[in-house]
């Protein structure tokens, strides 16, 4: 079976990342993943170290003599899927493999196509022999709105990480204890945009402040394209309630899972994830992560099974959780061990691809 993941440009985002740890175990996986893309991005060098196929193809001209291009190529390599991830390449993959056997699959893997036309929701719902959602949350998002009829098209696969990335690294043995010689490290992974609540979690910040917890809290992750102010704001307050000795804003950083090593918790807030990866990286280093009992969180984590959850927008319910943190941290890290064992076997990036063998044997 030769599945062929196909992508315009190749930067950095969750879905590129997500294939890029698919193509690195490439040779451990059900099925032969190549790679069709039409641009270098920030992504490619990590693409190509994977040793699995890249093929490349340029939109030269005009789209309908890319189509024909992508069509010869398709028949070259014998693909027997072309997986899409973006609205657009999916109307590419439909057209392009229209009155072959070649069938397509989608992954919404957000609500950015609910801002698409109905009948563009509709062609690449119908014209999908299967689309694919990160969380059951998305999808019954999605189906809300009526546009696609019966669920008997789509399925459920959730999101897969490469923890190997994190048995390369060596937690700390000491946690701290939050006294002044060993304040508490604590961070949140995730770039700034309205999809999460960074000024919620400033907020909590200055409540530990106040409580005199000590502390030392690091943003990793940087501001999204068109949502500078977000970070901005969160910067304007930490300076107006005197917090910049507590907090660090890392910026964007490649080295997650030894940032993850090094703290002794995570904490989290979302408006509207779909999936959550960086919760679920943090419960795989075997961090105690608390996170909003948002309902996609509320999945993933197996209704807290995973991680302590607070009410959503509840500054008190949270500061209250973390507090009680402090007091017996090591009934906490006990769980977060387990936990830990869990998610690792839960959303491995090998479960994800037996997953998707699954639904690829299912429509061959």
Known sequence: ?????????????????????????????????????????????????????????????????????????????????????????????????????????????GFGYVNAPKPLRWFIYHGSKRIIFVSEYLRQGYFSKGDFGTKNRSSVVYNGIDFSKFDKTHPKLQKNDGSEQHPLQLCMVGSFGEGRNHMFVCEFINQLKKRGIRFHFTFVGAARPNEQKLYDDCVKYCKEHTLEEYVTFAGLCNNVPEILGQMDAFVYATRHDSFGIAVIEAIASGLPTFTNDWCVMQEVTRNGQYAWLYKTGDINSLTELFIDFTKDPERYYQKARLSATAVKNEYSIEQHATNLYNEYSRIL
């Open 1 to 109: 079976m030769k599945v062929a993941y196909y992508f315009g440009r190749i930067n950095r985002g969750g879905a590129e990342t997500l294939v890029a740890d698919l193509l690195m175990c490439h040779e451990n996986i059900p099925f032969q993943p190549v790679c069709i893309y039409r641009d270098e991005g920030t992504l490619s060098e990590m693409f190509r170290q994977s040793g699995a196929p890249m093929l490349k193809l340029r939109k030269r001209k005009s789209w309908l003599a890319y189509i024909f291009r992508l069509r010869r190529l398709i028949k070259k390599e014998q693909i027997d899927i072309l997986h899409a991830q973006t609205s657009l390449n999916a109307i590419i993959a439909i057209i392009c493999t229209a009155f072959t056997k070649v069938k397509v699959v989608t992954t919404f893997h």
